[in-house]
């Protein structure tokens, strides 16, 4: 074969490969392009409990995590503060679910793609003069809280029988403004961003 069949031949190569490439939506580059790895998946899907009760001063609670953009509830063992206080019973088991929150998730929930956005400075106290009874003041103004964290603790105090199970939690903050019921609506289990939006919290006022 002669040079010029060479060519000739390696030309017809090129332009079919090009013709090819064309044909497919690519096109040509001179630089490297790294796709990046597979997306990773989570089930977002609780790891299973025993059904065996839990020992003395132990009680089975509903907590609500985050899970990718949404909330999903995660049953845990929660034990009670000793020393309850009569004047208050509710306070305790408040106390414990925001621990609960506010807890590293197990090696099984971070698998199963759980995590919580509790800060972990915030507290929890009882109503103060001129509240109602089922209210319940945080050391942060709710509405200064991460969404996903008010959202979280809203619904995990309105899930919990001994705080009355309202699918809804009375708070207020630190200062002087009044509490608001915040209710835990299947809207804001799947996007707890509402939590950001003016508004969600009704004023007592307002509340039959």
Not at 20 to 42: F, K, N, Y
Not at 67 to 76: H, I, K, P, T, Y
């Amino acid at each position: 074969m002669t040079p010029t069949m060479r060519r000739g031949r390696r030309t017809a190569a090129l332009a079919a490969l090009a013709l090819a490439a064309a044909g497919c939506g690519i096109r040509g580059t001179s630089v490297p392009v790294d796709a990046g790895g597979a997306p990773s998946r989570v089930s977002c899907k609780a790891p299973a409990t025993a059904p065996a009760p839990g020992p003395p001063g132990t009680t089975q609670a509903t907590v609500y995590l985050v899970c990718g953009s949404a909330l999903a509830q995660v049953e845990r063992t929660v034990t009670l503060p000793k020393g309850a206080s009569a004047d208050d019973p509710r306070l305790p088991t408040a106390r414990a679910l925001l621990g609960e929150l506010q807890r590293q998730p197990s090696a099984d929930e971070e698998k199963a793609g759980f995590s919580s956005a509790l800060p972990a400075r915030l507290r929890v106290t009882g109503p103060r003069s001129g509240d109602p009874s089922d209210a319940l003041r945080l050391s942060m103004r709710p509405d200064d809280l991460p969404s996903f964290a008010l959202a979280q603790l809203v619904c995990t105090y309105g899930a919990s029988p001994a705080l009355g199970r309202t699918h809804a939690a009375v708070l207020g903050g630190p200062g002087d403004e009044s509490a608001h019921r915040f209710d835990c609506s299947a809207d804001v289990l799947a996007n707890p961003d509402i939590a950001e939006n003016a508004g969600w919290g009704d004023p007592l006022s307002d509340v039959g």
